[in-house]
């Protein structure tokens, strides 16, 4: 199966800056890297993914940054805002044309006003 | 598009019931379903992962005579507690799969909150 670690656990950042988590995982087959965002109380929402054909793909302040080489994928927010407070998750699938996703423990993003 | 919806979104039920969750993709066909699990401050832990029209399969550890599940059709899908325990409680998710979409796709529901008292 796969090893997923994300990092931080933890990031505070002041409202307006850069914030960015870190994913690494094992499975070299891994062809695609999703980012769920959890609000409290809330199930996941998916809010960028990408695939392994590609290195970067951005979603307005989001993007994501694939380096398959040495298999980690990043989540940068940019200008971020109160409301990017949260749990960001990554979540690679499982295995090689596995439907599963493994999911990584989280990071929970604090934006400071 | 891609909405999957939970019932009911929480519930107490007394130790030694039995709870059911349901899970509906509202406009797509989902041929798989997944259900998670979340303890307070955690990650998500895969449960089950079911296909429409046959049995589901259970990740290690986890009981299939409790938690038993049931997709009866491409838009539902149902996890139910048989003889709950206050250590059943926690935050149960599900997911869909469309089957129209890249095959990764997953689509969240908002989730069931089950205490046991």
């Known amino acids: 199966g796969e090893n997923v670690e994300q990092h931080p656990s933890t990031l505070s950042v002041q409202e307006g800056d850069s914030a960015v988590i870190k994913c690494t995982y094992s499975?070299?087959?891994?062809?695609?890297f999703p980012w769920y965002k959890q609000e409290l109380g809330k199930g996941p929402q998916l809010i960028i993914d990408i695939r392994s054909n590609v290195g970067e793909k951005k979603d307005q302040r989001i993007a994501v940054t694939l380096n398959k080489t040495a298999k980690h994928f990043s989540l940068h927010i940019t200008e971020t805002q109160p409301e990017d407070s949260a749990v960001y998750f990554c979540?690679?699938?499982?295995?090689?044309?596995?439907?599963?996703?493994?999911f990584g423990k989280g990071t929970k993003l604090s934006v400071i006003p | 598009g891609a909405v999957v919806s939970q019932h009911p979104s929480r519930v107490i039920c007394k130790s030694g019931t039995s709870v059911k969750i349901e899970c509906r993709s509202l406009d797509f066909q989902a041929t798989t379903m997944f259900w998670y699990r979340q303890f307070p401050k955690k990650s998500l832990m895969l449960m089950a992962t079911?296909?429409?029209?046959?049995?589901?399969?259970?990740e290690q550890g986890v009981e299939k005579d409790k938690f038993l599940i049931n997709h009866a059709s491409l838009t539902l899908s149902t996890l139910t507690v048989t003889s709950a325990h206050p250590e059943d409680s926690s935050f149960y998710i599900c997911?869909?799969?469309?089957?129209?979409?890249?095959?990764?796709?997953?689509?969240f529901g908002p989730g069931t909150r089950l205490t046991v008292l």
């Open positions: 997911s869909a799969r469309d089957g129209d979409r890249p095959s990764n796709e997953q689509f």
């Open positions: 979540a690679p699938p499982s295995g090689a044309g596995s439907y599963q996703l493994t």
């Open positions: 079911s296909n429409e029209g046959s049995k589901a399969t259970y």
């Open positions: 499975d070299s087959a891994s062809n695609y």
